[in-house]
């Protein structure tokens, strides 16, 4: 809003607080004790407290990891490849997940604001539901709760070997 009012124009109604009127000139000692632990306490802890917090500052952001090498790559009897292989593929499910869950929320955002249209104006978040969904359960179903790289990596294998099996038998 503008700062030049025309209090003419816009009158405000008066205030129904009664204004206390002052009967000493004594002041008030409530001020004198808030300013004095203010200057003496609070000020310099203030102070510190910055001047330590700006010294370390710590940033909650994403933590960013490195993309390190997947399971196939990794030698036999590395044990720590083994380990990073297996943090990397929990971290890349958590993502699918995720991904997955945004997906489903954006759908039911849809079904919601469409109401009985959902159906037509809802149909390419569908389609996109049904792809991620189809992509997750590809890579990741039927793992189980305590699934790991290993099994997925054999579960990948043993579907590719399928499929190339089913290309020659069609040959």
């Excluded at 790559?73 to 720590?80: A, F, K, Q």
């Excluded at 305590?146 to 099996?165: I, T, V």
Aim: contains cysteine; proline residues 5%.
């Amino acid at each position: 809003m503008p700062e030049d009012h025309d209090w003419e124009a816009y009158k405000v109604p008066p205030t129904r607080t009664p204004v206390s009127e002052r009967t000493t000139s004594v002041p008030n000692p409530v001020n004198f004790f808030q300013t004095a632990f203010n200057y003496v306490l609070d000020t310099p802890v203030t102070f510190w407290i910055e001047r330590f917090q700006n010294k370390n500052k710590f940033y909650y952001y994403h933590q960013k990891f490195r993309r390190v090498p997947d399971l196939s790559e990794c030698l036999e009897g590395d044990y720590l490849c083994y380990y990073e292989a297996e943090a990397q593929w929990r971290r890349d499910r958590m993502v699918d997940q995720e991904i997955v869950e945004i997906v489903r929320e954006r759908m039911a955002a849809c079904k919601q604001r469409e109401g009985p249209n959902q159906f037509q104006n809802c149909a390419k978040e569908m389609e996109l539901l049904a792809q991620v969904t189809k992509a997750y359960q590809d890579r990741y179903g039927e793992l189980g709760y305590h699934g790991n790289a290993r099994s997925c990596l054999m579960k990948q294998k043993h579907r590719m070997m399928e499929e190339r099996k089913a290309a020659q038998e069609k040959q």
